[in-house]
């Protein structure tokens, strides 16, 4: 990645290979950091990480898709279930992504008013920022594909 973690991250173990990203703890939040693309073969590496991420008590959870150039309806999939994941454990979850093909990936499937994605991590953890702007529990208007 480009961006290191701030300093009050640090990383932990987890089970997910090296090519397909990193996960690392920052500011009490769990951010798994995707990178390249995610399909079929890679969403199979990629589940344990994000099973693992919100396994215990009530999960933060950050995905970062900012080094993602590629989305299928795998990836959707996943981020579809760890979104639901964490919000059944009493979580959190939010989606970081600026790729105008996966927003659009987003927009097509319905699914962009249900992750509120923000355009970087810090949006995320700006002091100033109101965690509730960011996220939502549901939205009414947008069916639960998970």
Known sequence: MTETPATTAFLV????????????????????ALRDEIDLA????IAPALDGATS????H???DLTE?????????????RAR????????RFWLVCACPRILRLLRAGRLHDLFCPVATPDEIFRPAAAPDATF????????DVS
């Open 13 to 32: 173990p987890a089970p997910l290979p090296e090519p397909c990203g990193r996960v690392y703890r920052r500011d009490g939040h769990t951010v798994v």
């Open 42 to 45: 890679t969403a199979a590496l």
């Open 56 to 59: 215990d008590g009530s999960p």
């Open 61 to 63: 959870l950050v995905v």
């Open 68 to 80: 993602v150039s590629f989305l299928d309806c795998s990836g959707l999939t996943l981020l579809c």
């Open 84 to 91: 639901r994941r964490a919000l059944d454990r009493e979580g």
């Open 136 to 143: 939502r529990t549901t939205d009414p208007g947008t069916p």
